[in-house]
């Protein structure tokens, strides 16, 4: 990148910080943007700053949203009484895709993990725990991967509310769901029936 520029340079490093993104595609997005600067550059650039002024986490379950509490914790149509967990936004956002679910969500923003050093107290858990010990929850969907950090998290979790309440049921979604798999990867129908069939 010699002679580019040490702005290009710069943006082209950003750029490979995003997932999926390497530094052979963070070039060719570099590239693009500059040259599409009426098309691309600039409607990104304010498109991002305007996420970067008006992004929050809503304070009840975590998700990303411009209000806080988030448009569906406020909305007084959800069903108060389940709460779907998912690791990350991703998750929250193929589900409202699908539409297959009318309650509220928790997102943890991770899964527990040994190996990675990821402990309860990284992890929205305490909001969590708070949320349902506050009562008028009949049911904790666990929406999380089929992975040993997935299955880890729920089983916490489930171990954190046995002395508390047992009139909280605790379901998983139904096989369908890829082992290490995102949800977000799913398919619609897949969400759809993994939701309907869990146990
Ligand atoms: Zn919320």
């Given at each position: 990148m010699a002679g580019a520029g040490p702005e290009i340079e710069r943006l082209i490093a950003l750029l490979a910080?995003?997932?999926?993104?390497?530094q052979r595609s963070a070039r060719r997005a570099a590239l693009a943007l500059l040259k599409r600067r009426e098309q691309l550059l600039l409607p990104l650039t304010a498109a991002m700053q305007d996420a970067a002024d008006k992004v929050t986490t809503c304070r009840v379950c975590g998700s990303l949203s411009t209000q806080d509490p988030c448009a569906i914790c406020s909305?007084?149509?959800?069903?108060?009484a389940m709460i779907c967990v998912v690791e990350e936004d991703s998750a929250l956002w193929a589900m409202e895709r699908v539409g297959a679910f009318s309650g509220r969500y928790h997102v943890l923003g991770g899964l527990l993990s040994a190996l990675d050093g990821?402990?309860?107290?990284?992890?929205?858990m305490e909001g969590l725990i708070e949320r349902i010990k506050?009562?008028?929850?009949s049911e904790i969907i666990m929406?999380?991967?089929?992975t040993v950090e997935g299955q880890t998290t729920a089983h916490y979790i489930a171990d954190r509310l046995k002395y508390h309440d047992n009139s909280v049921t605790i379901s998983h979604l139904a096989r369908?769901?890829?082992?290490?798999?995102?949800?977000?990867?799913?398919d619609d129908g897949t969400i759809a029936h993994a939701f309907k069939s869990r146990r």
């Open positions: 910080k995003l997932p999926g993104l390497g909305d007084p149509a959800r069903d108060r990821v402990r309860p107290e990284d992890l929205r506050a009562g008028g929850i929406a999380l991967p089929a369908g769901v890829p082992v290490g798999g995102d949800l977000d990867w799913l």
